[in-house]
């Protein structure tokens, strides 16, 4: 992937006289190339500068060394520094997570670019900063490309089927070019299909070429459907309700047509689910007990363990959508300028990325029973008290009670015999 430098350009800063020799000294090593150690001397300028000329400076060449930067961690370590002292300059702030996002995503860790662009968003709400987020799921769906018409001779009822699915693909491209890759496979695969049979091939041919050409226009970009689904929650939370349960349900129910947002793209993303699933939502949630920001965590029962790949995948893909809320603290530093030091809401804890055991079929799941220490915190406890968040299988949880109910009644027949 090419260097990304779509961020836009701060003014240019004069040196400031307090330490010009040291900033004379970190142009001269970038005018050479010597990009490490032009950084080890900024890295070390940000612990001694105070005034804000010097901080602008310093924000100068961070900016220009960026692009340079082999790894992450030593401005991890420094960075804090300077954004204590610089509180009242968001706009610098905002590019340092601009910055991060471009680097991250130059280096295909979508999910770390997309907690920088985060950060980003939350500093200021625009809308140049939900394109240079939204970009990653191009990333993504391109990702798709492989898996996409694997069939070197496809019937021409999947050829149809597979370019309705392009359709859905403009959700998340900002240009025709984005679609271009999945056009010119599906027109790769027409001219394998023997000569005898192309003529029945020859009207899908046409519309391929005539959608390559056709323009479209991107009426919000992905991060934006996100915000405006998370507002809608927690503008949920101010509807008045005299009875507390039907208050419960309600803010549980937008909850859910926010998580439906965010699972619909991600299907489109990774594609449809190759066998009967259920999310369900564990914690807080599962008890419809939620709070404005509560966090979300959750078990996916699965038809055919076969597919456990595919549904971490799929998790993957809504940790980067829910990241692009900027309420999950990834970084070990925090930008001084947001009213909150870590406003933390709506993230994915215990992730089924980290914690496998939140995948799999009925009687696995209800075989976590059989754990022998068990709190309150325990996934066999968590798991007991669930809400459906999106299934396309409704006998998974009939089929997860009723194992589930054995495995609880072997437990008290074991206490039984142990008492």
Same mark, same amino acid.
């Not at 900016?63 to 204590?84: A, D, K, V, Y």
């Not at 987020?133 to 769906?141: C, P, T, Y």
């Given at each position: 992937m090419q260097p990304i430098r779509e961020i836009p350009q701060l003014p240019q800063v004069p040196f400031s006289p307090s330490h010009s020799s040291h900033f004379s000294k970190i142009q001269h090593s970038i005018d050479r190339q010597?990009?490490?150690?032009?950084?080890?001397?900024?890295?070390?300028?940000?612990?001694?500068?105070?005034?804000?000329?010097?901080?602008?400076?310093?924000?100068?060449?961070?900016?220009?060394?960026?692009?340079?930067?082999?790894?992450?961690?030593?401005?991890?370590?420094?960075?804090?520094?300077?954004?204590?002292?610089?509180?009242f300059l968001p706009e610098y702030q905002q590019r340092v997570a601009l910055e991060l996002g471009?680097?991250?995503?130059?280096?295909?860790?979508?999910?770390?670019?997309?907690?920088?662009?985060?950060?980003?968003?939350?500093?200021?709400?625009?809308?140049?900063?939900?394109?240079?987020?939204?970009?990653?799921?191009?990333?993504?769906?391109?990702?798709?490309?492989?898996?996409?018409?694997?069939n070197a001779t496809p019937s021409l009822e999947t050829l149809c089927k597979s370019l309705e699915e392009i359709q859905t693909f403009k959700l998340f491209c900002f240009q025709p070019e984005d679609l271009h890759p999945f056009y010119t496979k599906a027109l790769s695969r027409i001219n394998n299909i023997p000569f005898d049979r192309q003529e029945s091939y020859v009207s899908c041919r046409e519309e391929i070429l005539?959608?390559?050409?056709? *323009?479209?226009?991107?009426?919000?970009?992905?991060?934006?459907?996100?915000?405006?689904?998370?507002?809608?929650?927690?503008?949920?939370?101010?509807?008045?309700?005299?009875?507390?349960?039907?208050?419960?349900?309600?803010?549980?129910?937008?909850?859910?047509?926010?998580?439906?947002?965010?699972?619909?793209?991600?299907?489109?993303?990774?594609?449809?689910?190759?066998?009967?699933?259920?999310?369900r939502a564990m914690g807080s949630l599962g008890r419809e007990e939620i709070c404005p920001y509560s966090d979300l965590e959750f078990l996916i029962l699965i038809e055919d363990d076969q597919y456990r790949l595919y549904f971490k995948r799929l998790v993957e893909i809504l940790e980067i959508q829910i990241a692009s809320l900027g309420e999950t603290q990834r970084f070990p530093f925090f930008f001084t300028c947001l009213a909150h030091q870590n406003p933390s809401g709506?993230?994915?804890?215990?992730? *089924?990325?980290?914690?496998?055991?939140?995948?799999?079929? *009925?009687?696995?799941?209800?075989?976590?029973?059989?754990?022998?220490?068990?709190?309150p915190q325990e996934i066999a406890c968590t798991s007991t008290k669930t809400i459906s968040l999106s299934q396309n299988s409704g006998h998974l949880y009939l089929e997860f009670r009723n194992q589930l109910k054995e495995e609880l009644l072997q437990k008290r027949a074991v206490a039984k015999l142990v008492g």
């Open positions: 010597h990009f490490a150690d032009a950084t080890t001397m900024l890295l070390s300028l940000f612990t001694v500068v105070f005034s804000e000329d010097e901080i602008i400076c310093c924000y100068k060449f961070l900016f220009q060394l960026f692009p340079h930067f082999t790894s992450i961690g030593l401005l991890e370590n420094n960075l804090p520094h300077l954004l204590s002292r610089s509180s471009a680097w991250y995503r130059n280096q295909q860790k979508l999910q770390d670019a997309m907690h920088a662009f985060g950060k980003a968003l939350q500093i200021k709400n625009d809308k140049e900063t939900h394109r240079l987020a939204s970009r990653l799921f191009v990333d993504i769906l391109h990702q798709r490309l492989e898996k996409f018409l694997t005539q959608k390559q050409l056709e *323009p479209f226009t991107l009426t919000s970009f992905a991060t934006e459907r996100y915000w405006h689904a998370l507002q809608m929650l927690r503008n949920s939370f101010f509807f008045p309700l005299a009875d507390a349960r039907a208050f419960q349900s309600h803010t549980a129910n937008a909850f859910k047509e926010m998580f439906n947002v965010f699972i619909e793209d991600a299907f489109i993303l990774l594609g449809e689910a190759p066998c009967g699933y259920d999310i709506l993230h994915i804890d215990n992730s *089924p990325t980290q914690e496998e055991r939140l995948i799999g079929t *009925p009687i696995n799941m209800a075989a976590l029973q059989e754990d022998s220490i068990l709190g």
